[in-house]
């Protein structure tokens, strides 16, 4: 991985799965020029939700999350590049769509808060700590022919 570079991990919801918008998200992020590290369906245990958003455990809303995430399958994804985190937060948009920026994924695509068809890491650490947790066979070593400043 280059000095410059960083992963983060993305995260298609079920919502964004059954709305066929798995493509529309990776070709923004191939676009943008990040490179896909790891890709994976996968339909989650309850068990393993509740460790992905340990950080909401207290939350109103907890419960609904962990069952609406469990409704079907997501795609689980590592991407790199230059300020990977933050970038890949901007790209989905604000938390409630309601607020998020026609442009971005969710300004785009989702309406409700509780249906926002993505999720990106939000900081390097919680991204080091998803990608274990999502792909604790680890993630293969590749490079592609490309320009250098294609990350
Ligand atoms: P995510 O982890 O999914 O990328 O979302 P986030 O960091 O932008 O937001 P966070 O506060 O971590 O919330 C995680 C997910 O919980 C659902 N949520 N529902 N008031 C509500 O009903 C509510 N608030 C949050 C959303 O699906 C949010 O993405």
């Known amino acids: 991985m280059p000095n410059n570079a960083e992963r983060t991990y993305i995260m298609v919801k079920p919502d964004g799965v059954q709305r066929g918008l798995v493509g529309e998200i990776i070709a923004r992020f191939e676009k943008r020029g990040f490179k896909l590290i790891a890709l994976k369906l996968e339909h989650a245990t309850k068990e393993h939700l509740e460790k992905h958003y340990a950080d909401l455990k207290d939350k109103p809303f907890f419960p609904g999350l962990i069952k609406y995430m469990a409704s079907g399958p997501v795609v689980a994804m590592v991407w790199e590049g230059l300020d990977a985190v933050k970038t890949g937060r901007v790209m989905l948009g604000a938390t409630n769509p309601l607020a998020s920026a026609p442009g971005t994924i969710?300004?785009?695509?989702?309406?409700?808060?509780?249906?926002?068809?993505?999720?990106?890491?939000?900081?390097?650490?919680?991204?080091?700590?998803?990608?274990?947790?999502?792909?604790?066979?680890?993630?293969?070593?590749?490079?592609?022919?490309?320009?250098?400043?294609?990350?």
Request: aromatic share 10%; with cysteine.
């Open 106 to 151: 969710r300004g785009d695509y989702a309406l409700a808060v509780g249906r926002n068809i993505c999720h990106g890491s939000d900081s390097v650490e919680s991204a080091e700590k998803e990608i274990a947790l999502w792909f604790p066979e680890g993630v293969i070593q590749h490079t592609m022919a490309s320009a250098e400043w294609v990350f």
